[in-house]
């Protein structure tokens, strides 16, 4: 599916922290807080219909910690689900970020390990193309199976291969990850030997790493370790320190993100080892909470957090956004599925025994229920009837943990060539940069008297721009 030009052009601005100063005392920083937030509830609510709106999150105490992982945070890094990235890429909060705090920010594409590596590039040129000031880096906790070319295709769609237990091990991904940040990651005063921390995620480092630490878990429990870890909310919470710097000593990157992106994963993997317990239950992550990569860089991890947006409700039980065991009605999330991919193929369900043509028969949510069902064997305690509300839920858990690939394509990906282009030509200016690079160890790739005018243009424009030239 390709998302429409103008699906999520339009969005809800969140609320932001009240202004305020060191004159004012805890409890009437936390006053004006509640009813600026009251106050932006209500105006959401009078602005919107309730068919208009999605679930976002009420609780101004998870927002708080957001605001707060905002303010001490040198670098925020957004972490996107790579099945549908502008879905978990908050529009509001990437404007304020860049234009009101002047603060870097990183894209972290997660999962990548459901889609083909075209899906990936295609992401990744959009969001570098409207989004400019924004870097885009890539994560998954397992490696993609090198069958998968083909995202698009049927067979592709059920996955059933079967992950590591110990995902954080086979993590790909943190170097990128760590190298952007070391790109754009400069603090006065505070010198980080980056070149050592992305040396420690190398494969040979992570294979030894691997036979020396087997006997840990990562089961995806609410259990875990928590070395390393400093609880800092009620510290930062209090107003009482009269620093302009609080955080200077340390460069802070600050992780965001929807409940179920893989916050938590992405930090077990940075860690090498179980620090902060991940679940498929949205919102585990529920505090703040700060966890040291070396002496003088450390994450920050806020809550799992849905923003107010104006999508369909079935796409945020589909993308793992809302708790799929508090779900009533869940026949509307299958209906939504079924209509965007062949849900009825996928699960390889037959119509009812008396239809003589397969062909002819017309699916609904309901009859791929009660058929998965059967199927299943998942039949009611009394009346040993199909158990058609047991086999939706399932249906909604394979989606949500990626057995059932609903993936979306950037604007263009289907209805034009400009992916593919751009492919091309990024492959044809890489192999003229090796060559040239083989025959001239001392070339300054970046160096304008060594750049050609369609690599000068795909390095300060981005990619489209080259296509445009091309064009002219």
Known sequence: ??????????????????????????????????????????????????????????????WRQLWRVLEISDVILIVMDIRNPLLHFPRSLYKYVTHKLKKKIIGVFNKTDLVSEFTVFAWTKYFEEEFPNLRIATFSC????????????????????????????????????????????????????????????????????????NDSNDD???????????????RILEVTGREIHPHKDYITLGLVGHPNVGKSSLINSIMRRTVVSASRTPGHTKHFQTIHIS??????????????????????????????????????????????????????????????????????????????AEQRGFHTAKAARPDVYRAANTILRLTADGRILLSFKPPGFFSTSKYEKLRVIEADLQAQQDSESSQDDSRDPYDPGSINKRENLLISKGGFSVLQSDSE
């Open 295 to 372: 002496e003088n860089v450390r994450l920050c991890d806020s809550p799992g957090l849905v923003f107010p947006a104006l999508i369909p409700r079935a796409l945020q039980i589909l993308s793992g956004m809302y708790p799929i065991a508090q779900v009533q009605e869940p026949y509307s999330a299958v209906q939504y599925l079924a209509e965007h991919i062949p849900l009825e193929k996928i699960l390889a369900v037959t119509p009812p025994g008396d239809w003589e043509n397969a062909k002819d028969y017309q699916w609904t949510a309901w009859t791929i229920c009660e058929e998965f």
């Open 142 to 213: 397992f490696p993609r199976d090198p069958n998968l070319i083909d995202d698009t295709a049927t067979y592709s769609l059920k996955n059933q291969v079967k992950k590591p237990k110990k995902r954080y091990y086979y993590a790909q991904g943190v170097q990128n990850i760590l190298s952007v940040c070391r790109d754009i990651a400069n603090k006065p005063g505070v010198h980080v030997d980056w070149k050592s921390i992305i040396a420690k995620y190398s494969e040979d480092n992570l294979d030894l790493d691997t036979n020396d630490k």
């Open 220 to 234: 995806d429990s609410d259990t875990g370790s928590m070395d390393g870890i400093d609880d800092e909310f009620s």
């Open 1 to 62: 599916m390709e998302v429409e030009e103008n699906e999520f052009n339009e969005y809800i601005e969140f609320p932001k922290r009240p202004v305020w100063d060191y004159e004012m005392t805890k409890e009437e920083v936390e006053k004006q807080e509640i009813e600026s937030f009251e106050n932006w509830v209500k105006a959401v609510e009078e602005t919107y219909s309730g068919d208009q709106l999605s679930w976002f999150e009420r609780n101004v105490e998870v």
